[in-house]
């Protein structure tokens, strides 16, 4: 990432530091904690489960998103967001979610709404980071403090050296991008917009799973994920 920066500033380079580094840290820590806490869930309840409460980030984000900002959504912003959450919840049924819940679960559940609160937050910072620094600025605060944060955790807790570690790897520019796209994103648009249009990272998993896993989608994905397109769409038609 230092070096990616390093290339496409060259003389710039020190002008990539932030004014707002404790904001940029702070965003960092509700990044880490969120991760850890998603992992943890998953870990000890079904996945389905999990990530169908995670999803309330959206919900969170829209709600934080009026009280900070007085992003206030309009008519048409708020019908969108009600088609989008419907099509994550059809997804999510006709994944079985909650079919095995029982009280063993309901610790990892909290642990995933704190998930989806801090998500939510960093979001926020997100888009406070977005108004006073740019895209790669806050790509190399968040990827250096993440670094400063996690490493020695992670290294401490790693349990394979092999060449499958490679594949890992290769994700590294790819999530480089989705992060400044994210960051972009939040640059152009409204909180308010940006929110519901995150549930349609559940359409791109069930393609991928679909192409490259065998996982053929059920009649239930199909119908959340024309939700979801119906209201994005919604969405980016309606006024700003």
Known sequence: MLVIVGVVRRSDFLLSRSNHWQLQLVRTFFSAFAGVAIIHANAH???ADANAISLLNAVFLVVLGMLI???RPTYWHVLGMIICLAGAATIALSRGV???FDEAYIWPAVVALLAAILFAGESIFIKMLSRVDDPL???LHVNFFGICLLLIPALAS???WGAENFI???LGPLAVLAQYCNLRAFTLAKVSLLAPISYSSLVFAALIGWIFFGEVPTPGVFAGASLIAVGGMVLALSKR
């Open 45 to 47: 309840m079904p996945i």
């Open 69 to 71: 900002f007085h992003d």
């Open 98 to 100: 909650f079919a095995t």
């Open 137 to 139: 600025t806050t790509l």
């Open 158 to 160: 790693w349990q394979s």
């Open 168 to 170: 890992f790897m290769a």
